[in-house]
């Protein structure tokens, strides 16, 4: 059995829509799958918008606490599957995503998570700029092979992300410990926030409670990413707060490649790196160089962070 769960906040309507359109046609009989949305405490009143008549165990339950990971955390807990699937409201499964799940998971007793490929479906037509960063719109492609992977010495980077990730509920029993108790550090999205370090914290775990992570080229999704996405403003922001999460995100759990700074040399390695990456030249350069700061950031606040 499989629990489709579906973070939102807010959604826009006609993208939801596409996303339960795409379940509504999955291959897998609907006796063997549930779906819960989880609303993470939405005002635009969006459930009584949307049609989820056409499956027998389908809901939508509410976590006021906001935050992506609070949400995904709902659902989990609500799931009544030991396989869940996680899908944004702006995911596009492909028809055979959820029966191919089962078979992958059937097939392979030591596998925790898994996840494969999202290809970009762009709501404009001007898209070379995200195009170049398509990496930080959680849009990938690891080629036609399998992938697997027990290594916990470094973060894999066949490591499936949030966005169509499928696991085990008994794999991540650790993860969930963690939180409720208090010691970890959410670092997902959270209203205008983009950081989104909540996809490696839940793979780490399950990684670390002995499970093998597989990438999987037949799992496939769009991504609906929409005309302010592929914006400069939008995609520096996002690599900054990437960035700063993902630093954050190594050094808690002692993988980071690098050292700590002083937060007072914030300034100058700033403008050095502006100079470095010529900043001022194109947007390319300003995203880049957005990056490099979001990096800075996390180096110099880790253990601001870490005592609070």
């Known amino acids: 059995m499989i629990s489709v769960i579906i973070p939102t906040y807010n959604p826009d309507l006609k993208r ?22 989880i609303d993470n405490n939405s005002t635009s009143g969006f459930e009584s918008l949307i049609d989820l008549s056409w499956h027998p165990r389908a809901r939508v339950v509410t ?61 404009g037509s001007n898209n070379q700029l995200a195009l170049m960063f398509e990496n930080l719109l959680a849009v990938r492609d690891l080629g036609e092979d399998i992938q697997i992977c027990t290594n916990n010495e470094s973060y894999p980077s066949i490591a499936p992300v949030g966005a169509g990730m499928a696991f085990r509920k008994s794999s991540i029993c650790t993860y969930v ?53 592929t914006k400069k403003e939008y995609l520096a922001k996002l690599n900054f707060q990437i960035q700063e999460s993902w630093v954050l995100f190594l ?20 403008l050095k790196s502006w100079i470095k990456c010529r900043a001022w030249k ?8 957005q990056g490099t700061c979001g990096t800075f ?12």
């Open 251 to 270: 050094l808690k759990h002692n993988i980071c490649p690098w050292k700590t700074i002083l937060p007072l040399s914030l300034p100058f390695r700033k």
């Open 63 to 123: 976590e006021v606490e906001p935050g992506l990971s609070y949400a995904r955390l709902k659902g989990i807990a609500m799931a009544s599957s030991a396989i869940i699937v996680m899908v944004d409201d702006d995911n596009i499964l492909k028809r055979d995503y959820l029966q191919r799940v089962l078979q992958i998971f059937n097939s392979n007793p030591s596998l925790g998570a898994i996840g494969g490929k999202i290809t970009p479906m762009f709501e």
């Open 282 to 289: 194109n947007e390319v350069n300003y995203i880049k160089w």
């Open 297 to 308: 950031n996390g180096l110099a606040n880790f253990k601001k962070i870490e005592t609070t």
């Open 177 to 229: 410990s963690k939180i409720v108790a208090g010691k970890n550090i959410i670092s997902d999205r959270k209203g205008n926030s983009l950081s989104s370090s909540g996809d490696n914290e839940m793979v780490w775990e399950i990684i670390n409670s002995g499970w093998a992570i597989g990438y999987f080229p037949e799992l496939q999704l769009q991504h609906i990413i929409p005309e302010v996405r």
């Open 16 to 37: 939801l829509h596409q996303v339960l359109t795409a379940l509504a046609e999955q291959t897998l009989e609907l006796n063997f799958w549930e779906i819960i949305v």
